[in-house]
């Protein structure tokens, strides 16, 4: 009887090991599979040819992956596999609220935004929601929130098509709890701030921005921002800045970054490095060189750009910062009496390094391009140059600055042309500078269509690809891939994303370099960009055979300090 028990038991066991031998050698089944592809793995290295399996959202495996069965295969034959470009200074917060598929994104290949340029989409209180009134009317937006958490809650509700992080703005802090005059923080307010930005950073912020060009942010101290730089270190964040400068002062604002950086204990990201000013052309070395200096002496700084020769802003910008204090009301009232009126006009006239003076700075009003109004009788003016405007209206450049600013009640975006080629080229080839499009989510038509942008918010990163890596040799496919991908994520501590390796999130383009193509211009911004055969957000293509699906995978993404 035992005999023939050890027997049957002995049978059992042979029967089971070879179930569990057949288990072992089924074909497992992937989500997608990626076949034939060049693969630019974001680091920098050389392409190697593989496939790539994707299964809930995440590269599962890469190589030669022989007959393996997926629900889905792409042919990647002859096509450039890479990590989604991350974009490193966005503007989509509001504009991802009307239309999360990001068209102007996701055709440029961008599978990751991030947002927040001195101020940010939350906190917000009364004082906010008024003086932001006019944003949310035109884009038919109810602020139902007002915490960042709140901000991420409403966006997981609706679904996006891209990853979205953002920094809190230390002038959200400011306005917060100061609001817009130009006053110095007490200590007592200076502790609420740094309430502010902590309540934020467990919120899922990545950092703590500045926009030190703009009112009320200019009349931030350095001791107020180093403050506020700490309360982001502590929780693992970083300091990000549009310097107090780009122009005459530059040298100055970019010692005040990095005197932050360093008494903070915080990396520090310089937002579109540039050289401003046609007097300043020719000095992007000694930029270069003073950051290399102090990253050689351990400093973390880093820097991004659009590579551009114009920038885009807003033309109130042109104003000084005195004449700003208290918010658009307060300006609007200033540009309309005749005494203080004079005096903006005599400032803007004047050299001086104690403010960003754009007026000077520019190679003329000619450089001045408008890109889009706020009130519809001056749809006329959009794609126009201020020196044509001036010419029909009769009148002085300066003068007709002034007057579209109160016609248009200080809502009036502007293209600037005044970069020079060789800054922007040096500046780009920097291994330490990143790409960003400094724009918000557009679309071609309906209400993100509106307007005449800056041709950045279509066509960044593809060209990147097809003016300095194939036109002028100005960096390798995979140095210009790696500043989309590996090296934004590793500023941004995006530690499973931004390069294609095993477990990582699956934000991948696929490509076929030849045919990149960035048909946006000045004079026609408003086009798509050309050439993603296939994007892919969380493993869920949001671009097909060149098309845009409708699907919305993209996640919010949180910050160190997220609790």
Not at 356 to 367: F, I, T, Y
């Amino acid at each position: 009887m035992r005999r023939t028990t050890y027997i049957l038991a002995i049978l059992l066991l042979s029967v089971l090991g070879a179930l569990a031998s057949a288990g072992a050698g089924a074909p497992e089944t992937y989500d997608l599979v990626i076949r034939n592809g060049h693969i630019i793995n974001g680091t920098g290295s050389p392409w190697f040819h593989g496939d790539i399996a994707i299964s809930d959202g995440r590269i599962v495996a890469i190589g030669r992956l022989g007959s393996v069965h997926a629900k889905q295969v792409i042919d990647a034959h002859g096509m450039v596999v890479a990590p989604g470009f991350i974009d490193m200074l966005d503007q989509s917060a509001l504009t991802l609220l009307v239309d999360g598929h990001a068209p102007s994104k996701i055709f440029q290949g961008v599978t990751t935004v991030i947002t927040g340029e001195g101020e940010s989409v939350a906190p917000l209180n009364a004082a906010i929601i008024k003086e932001n009134m006019p944003a949310y009317r035109h884009y038919h937006i109810k602020p139902t929130w007002r915490t960042l958490g709140g901000y991420f809650k409403r966006l997981r509700k609706q679904g996006i098509a891209v990853n979205f992080g953002t920094y809190v703005g230390a002038a959200t802090a400011r306005e917060m709890v100061i609001g817009y005059g130009d006053s110095k923080a007490t200590p007592a307010e200076l502790k609420q701030m740094q309430a502010v930005v902590a309540r934020a950073m467990r919120a899922g912020a990545f950092g703590v921005s500045t926009a030190l060009q703009y009112p009320p942010a200019t009349y931030s101290t350095t001791p107020e921002l180093v403050a506020l730089a700490e309360t982001a270190a502590r929780f693992g964040g970083i300091y990000a800045t549009h310097m107090r400068s780009e122009g005459n002062a530059e040298m100055a604002a970019l010692d005040e970054v990095f005197a932050i950086a360093r008494k903070a204990h915080i990396p520090a990201e310089i937002f579109h490095l540039k050289v401003a000013g046609h007097q300043n052309w020719g000095s992007m070395p000694q930029v270069i060189a003073k950051i290399d200096a102090v990253r050689n002496a351990g400093l973390d700084v880093s820097a991004d750009t659009y590579a551009y020769t114009a920038w885009g802003n807003d033309l109130a910008s042109f104003i000084p910062p005195w004449a700003h204090a208290g918010g658009t009301a307060k300006l609007l009232a200033r540009l309309k009496n005749p005494q203080t009126r004079t005096r903006i006009e005599q400032d803007m006239r004047t050299p001086s390094d104690a403010w960003s003076n754009d007026w000077l700075e520019v190679p003329g009003p000619h450089a001045v391009e408008i890109t889009s109004v706020g009130n519809p009788a001056l749809k006329g003016l959009e794609g126009r140059r201020l020196d044509d405007i001036a010419k029909s209206w009769h009148e002085k450049p300066i003068d007709t600055l002034l007057d579209i600013l109160i016609k248009d009640h200080v809502a009036t975006d502007v293209a600037v042309f005044g970069m020079s080629q060789p800054d922007v080229t040096l500046a780009l080839k920097q291994p330490w500078v990143s790409i960003d499009d400094d724009s918000a989510a557009q679309a071609p038509t309906g209400l993100l269509g509106e307007g005449h942008p800056h041709p950045r918010a279509y066509a960044t990163f593809p060209r990147i690809i097809e003016k300095y890596v194939r036109k002028d040799h100005v960096l390798t496919l995979p140095d210009a891939i790696r500043k989309m991908t590996a090296l934004p994520a590793q500023r941004m501590g995006l530690t499973q994303r931004g390069v294609i390796k095993k477990g990582m999130f699956a934000d991948i383009v696929i490509f076929d370099p030849a045919k990149v193509h960035a048909p946006a211009t000045f004079e026609k911004p408003k086009q798509l960009a050309e050439g993603m055969a296939y994007v892919l957000v969380n493993g869920v293509p949001v671009i097909a055979k060149g098309k845009m699906t409708q699907a919305l995978p993209g996640r919010v993404l949180y910050g160190p300090g997220h609790r």
